[in-house]
């Protein structure tokens, strides 16, 4: 509650203009990386306070690059070993990403993506004995909910990204070669789906004769989240369509396409009852 109640009085204080007077730049810059600082804090009532204290100077005034530079350094050297990576680190990272994604670039989802890789082979990581039991799901799962914030660039990032949730699900217990049904990776990666949906929509249809990627398509047009992916997929029926109903397969697959089909068009009209009657095309599939 202290801590709490100090970063609510520096910010109160910061806002007074006779604080922003540019004598008053070394005072006012370790105040701001405090704030910088307690975005990692394992305590959610520090760090909602420590967002808001940063949104609001942010509105006040443009940060300098130096000083962005100084407060996000312990952040980004954490992010370079993948073995210090904590579910608070990649969190506080989240809240900074919503705060001042212009600042980052593209260089961060590459490294991030490197990260998430490695969690792909749980006997390597397990070998390294720097994280506790969970983490296995926890940080993977909050790499992946780091995507959607990053600046837009679904052709670097989009097909790695699911490659890696694929790999991901498939480690968990009970997995099936046909894939899973749903997972706390597939959750964190909805959202950034559903910012690129042209190009997830695009992405899947053209997989679609993949169980795993089906499953993981007609899953996000199930999810309640889901609905630009949804709503793109209706726009897109014809393609959709010709690579299920239509799709040039062997006679032995051609039953599964239509079935795949029969599912997606099922989950689409549960979400978008008057769906159908706009595309008479696929009732007469």
């Known amino acids: 509650q202290l801590r709490v109640v100090c970063i609510r ?17 070394d005072l ?10 307690a975005l990692t804090s394992r305590a959610d009532e520090i760090v909602a306070v420590a967002r808001d204290a940063l949104e609001a100077v942010i509105k006040q005034q443009k940060l ?14 954490n992010l370079a070993d993948y073995r210090k990576l904590s579910v608070p680190l990649l969190h506080g990272l989240s809240r900074l ?11 961060l989802g590459e490294k991030l993506l490197e990260h998430l890789r490695r969690w792909t082979d749980p006997d390597a990581l397990s070998k390294t004995k720097a994280f506790k039991a969970g983490d296995e799901t926890k940080i993977p799962a909050a790499i992946v909910a780091l995507f959607h914030l990053l600046p837009p ?7 790695p990204l699911v490659e890696a949730v694929v790999s991901l699900e498939a480690a968990l217990p009970s997995s099936t070669s ?22 997830t929509v695009s992405y899947f249809v053209k997989r679609i004769q993949d169980g795993r990627y089906f499953r993981m398509l007609l899953s996000i ?3 309640a989240n889901g609905q630009p992916v949804r709503e793109q997929l209706a726009r897109m029926a014809p393609q959709l369509l010709a690579h299920t109903f239509d799709a040039v397969v062997a006679p032995a697959s051609a039953a599964r396409m239509r079935f795949h089909g029969v599912q997606l068009v099922h989950a689409l009209v ?16």
């Open 178 to 199: 046909s894939g899973r049904r749903w997972s706390p990776f597939r959750e964190a990666l909805v959202p950034y789906l559903s910012r690129h949906a042209p190009d």
């Open 221 to 223: 047009v199930k999810c």
């Open 28 to 37: 006012r810059n370790p105040m701001i990386a405090c704030f910088f600082k």
């Open 9 to 25: 009085a520096l910010c109160a204080a910061m806002s007074n203009d006779g604080f922003k007077q540019p004598q008053l730049n």
């Open 97 to 107: 990403l919503s705060l001042l994604s212009n600042f980052f670039n593209l260089t």
């Open 270 to 285: 549960k979400r978008m009852p008057h769906w159908l009657a706009s595309h008479p095309g696929g009732l007469q599939k």
């Open 153 to 159: 660039a679904p052709d670097r990032f989009l097909d």
């Open 64 to 77: 300098q690059k130096e000083l962005l530079q100084t407060s996000l350094r312990p952040i980004l050297l």
